[in-house]
């Protein structure tokens, strides 16, 4: 082999390896950038392959799990999929109904494992998510909370269009310190301009505030429900594991296949409606 062909092999090299680690980074940012929608389906043998089907300790069990459970295995609850597969089933279709009628799905989960799953997850069916603390009054003070989004929007927009370039230097800096602040408390719901229609829960025990305000304001909850939790007030619980990123990823995945199924149907609702609008009507003959 020629100096050149050797230096040209070691290029070619180089630039794969980069790509892979692009790749890599890619697919670490969006956790569902290679993910197959279109061939998901809900069945059991998915599940099992992604650990489902694992739950918590025998000695950490709720009671209120106990239909859930199939068993136990070397001290470990072991979930009932056909229990999962029942439950996901129902709860997959009402997300796509609702969303299919315009309204909106909050994606939840603030766990530290979870939190970059939801929002790769509500960025790809452009959904609002909250993966960090939750904000008391997001839903029982949604107008306050509205008020500060917009205020965030309002301002991004300002900082785009150079509107603050009229101020001093340290005035710049202390509005980027707040606009910077206020995105990383709500920049997931500064686009939810009205109540969710449902919201997604991934753990029940961290995410407890969120559930409260929702059952007060007499919103939908569907959630992942693990051995440990209790699901009482919970309208679609899914039997599932929410600590594997394996499980977590599928799960997620089937709500968010659901989310875009719901908006394509009302996307093609929405074509045939105007269609119909367009198309003149003929004139009834008259004898």
Same mark, same amino acid.
């Given at each position: 082999?020629?100096?050149?062909?050797?230096?040209?092999?070691?290029?070619? /090299?180089?630039? #794969?390896?980069?790509?892979?680690?692009?790749?890599?980074?890619?697919?670490?940012?969006?956790?569902?950038?290679?993910?197959?929608?279109? /061939?998901?389906?809900?069945?059991?043998?998915?599940?099992?392959?992604?650990?489902?089907?694992?739950?918590?300790?025998?000695?950490?069990?709720?009671?209120?799990?106990?239909?859930?459970?199939?068993?136990?295995?070397?001290?470990?609850?072991?979930?009932?999929?056909?229990?999962?597969?029942?439950?996901?089933?129902?709860?997959?279709?009402?997300?796509?109904?609702?969303?299919?009628?315009?309204?909106?799905?909050?994606?939840?989960?603030?766990?530290?494992?979870?939190?970059?799953?939801?929002?790769?997850? *509500?960025?790809?069916?452009?959904?609002?998510?909250?993966?960090?603390?939750?904000?008391?009054?997001?839903?029982?003070?949604?107008?306050?909370?509205?008020?500060?989004?917009?205020?965030?929007?309002? /301002? #991004?927009?300002?900082?785009?269009?150079?509107?603050?370039? !009229?101020?001093?230097?340290?005035?710049?800096?202390?509005?980027? #310190?707040?606009?910077?602040?206020?995105?990383?408390?709500? /920049?997931?719901?500064?686009?939810?301009?009205?109540?969710?229609?449902?919201?997604?829960?991934?753990?029940?025990?961290?995410?407890?505030?969120?559930?409260? #305000? *929702?059952?007060?304001?007499?919103?939908?909850?569907? *959630?992942?429900?693990?051995?440990?939790?209790?699901?009482?007030?919970?309208?679609?619980?899914?039997?599932?594991?929410?600590?594997?990123?394996?499980?977590?990823?599928?799960?997620?995945?089937?709500?968010?296949?659901?989310?875009?199924?719901?908006?394509?149907?009302?996307?093609?609702?929405?074509?045939? !409606?105007?269609?119909?609008?367009?198309?003149?009507?003929?004139?009834?003959?008259?004898?």
């Amino acid at each position: 082999m020629t100096e050149e062909k050797k230096v040209a092999s070691v290029e070619e /090299g180089v630039a #794969e390896a980069a790509t892979e680690k692009i790749a890599a980074k890619r697919i670490d940012e969006d956790y569902f950038v290679d993910f197959d929608f279109a /061939g998901l389906k809900i069945d059991m043998n998915t599940m099992l392959k992604a650990g489902v089907h694992f739950g918590h300790q025998k000695s950490r069990k709720n009671p209120k799990m106990d239909e859930y459970i199939f068993g136990t295995r070397n001290g470990v609850n072991i979930m009932d999929l056909q229990k999962t597969v029942a439950h996901l089933e129902e709860a997959t279709q009402f997300i796509e109904k609702i969303v299919s009628e315009g309204q909106d799905i909050l994606f939840v989960g603030t766990k530290k494992q979870v939190k970059r799953l939801i929002e790769s997850a *509500a960025k790809k069916c452009n959904s609002s998510y909250v993966i960090d603390r939750w904000l008391g009054g997001t839903f029982t003070n949604f107008q306050n909370i509205s008020g500060r989004t917009r205020f965030l929007r309002d /301002g #991004e927009e300002k900082m785009k269009r150079g509107e603050y370039d !009229k101020y001093t230097k340290f005035e710049q800096m202390k509005i980027a #310190e707040e606009l910077e602040r206020l995105e990383r408390r709500m /920049g997931g719901i500064k686009h939810m301009m009205r109540m969710p229609g449902a919201i997604f829960v991934t753990g029940v025990n961290e995410d407890d505030l969120a559930i409260k #305000e *929702a059952i007060k304001k007499n919103i939908p909850i569907i *959630a992942l429900v693990d051995t440990n939790v209790n699901p009482s007030n919970i309208d679609y619980p899914i039997p599932a594991n929410e600590d594997a990123i394996s499980s977590l990823r599928l799960m997620i995945g089937y709500v968010v296949k659901a989310v875009l199924a719901g908006k394509e149907k009302a996307k093609t609702s929405q074509t045939a !409606k105007m269609a119909a609008v367009a198309t003149p009507t003929k004139p009834v003959a008259t004898k």
